[in-house]
């Protein structure tokens, strides 16, 4: 019997090669679309789309048991005019033109699992936002909206319909804890700006079995934060991320020492600076358990 087929939509990066690793693990054969084709990676065959026009990627949709769009340019980067058009216009034209595929099925996929944001709730400062907690304000909630605003335009009568927003997802092969790590090795891992804006993390290990919970539970559609249930203050992540690698204690870095760095990155310093303490209540209430729901674990399993 041929393998389920899951279809990855901008599954070229950090969460779509993680997640397509275990896929072919657990029996399904992933296929991931992406912009450019880098060669076979492993047992993952890649399709070429342009992430906003029909072509023949779509025929890889008809007959799938699930589609994951995980499409999107990186949000670190500077917000000049052109880069949030590109992070907006890659959302929005990818979550359309996967509807449209879609509706195009004689054989449409059983389930849509579509990545989001928690910056949508803003920066959030104390405040415990579950998924019925308001939008909050700013450039990055802009672009949550737009690209939830467009999922939630699309009509799949037979195919059900979920979206992840996502936390600060902890992997050793991608993401920002790279980053984070060399300048924690390097003595700059110090509390950030007052230290107490929240980060809603979550291991990587938990993020590839909440995508595969969605897609193989029939019964849940709608909105899900995926994050650990234990979020922590930027003070206590950086104490235990220097814990993890071996440096006791680094000088806190000011807000204006992070303003200075992100230029030199090419990076917001609203990235370091803002937060939000998010609970996953819907993965709660539905007894999704946690394999790793406190931060220190998930950073010893990844740095062990
Ligand atoms: N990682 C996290 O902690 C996290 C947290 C919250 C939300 N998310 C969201 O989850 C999704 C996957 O995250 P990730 O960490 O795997 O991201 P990633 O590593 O940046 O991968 C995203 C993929 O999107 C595609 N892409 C980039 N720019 C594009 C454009 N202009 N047009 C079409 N496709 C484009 C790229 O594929 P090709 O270049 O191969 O086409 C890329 O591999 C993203 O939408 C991200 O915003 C991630």
């Known amino acids: 019997m041929d393998k389920p087929r899951i279809v990855l939509a901008g599954g070229s990066g950090f969460l779509g090669q993680e997640l397509a690793h275990d896929l072919v693990a657990l029996g399904y054969d992933p296929v991931i679309l992406t912009r450019s084709m880098r060669g076979k990676t492993g047992r993952v065959r890649q399709v070429q789309w342009d992430g906003k026009t029909i072509g023949k990627w779509a025929i890889e949709l008809d007959g799938a048991k699930a589609v994951v769009n995980l499409t999107g340019k990186s949000v670190n980067c500077r917000y000049t005019h052109e880069n949030l058009r590109e992070i907006n216009e890659s959302r929005v034209n990818s979550v359309r033109v996967v509807d449209e595929a879609i509706s195009k099925c004689t054989r449409p996929p059983e389930v849509l699992v579509q990545t989001a944001s928690l910056a949508i709730y803003g920066d959030a400062g104390n405040r415990l936002c579950d998924e019925n907690s308001p939008a909050g304000d700013g ?135 803002t937060g939000r303490r998010c609970d996953p209540k819907q993965f709660l209430q539905h007894r999704f358990e946690f394999r790793f729901p406190n931060l220190r674990e998930a950073l010893g399993d990844i740095y062990e």
Request: glycine content about 8%.
């Open 139 to 273: 450039i990055p909630v802009e672009t949550c909206r737009l690209w939830e605003e467009a999922f939630n335009e699309g009509k799949t009568p037979f195919t059900r319909r979920i979206i992840l927003r996502i936390g600060f997802v902890l992997g050793k092969s991608g993401g920002a804890l790279g980053t984070l790590s060399k300048l924690v090795k390097c003595f700059l891992g110090g509390t950030v700006g007052s230290g107490r804006q929240y980060i809603s993390w979550l291991h990587v290990a938990d993020m590839n079995r909440m995508f595969l919970w969605a897609i193989e539970r029939d019964d849940v559609h709608g909105v899900f934060n995926a994050t650990s249930p234990n979020p922590v203050t930027n003070a206590e992540f950086m104490r235990e991320l220097r814990r993890a690698l071996h440096r006791p204690w680094s000088p806190p870095t000011p807000s204006w020492a992070v303003h200075v760095g992100s230029w030199f990155m090419r990076t917001e310093p609203c990235l370091a600076l």
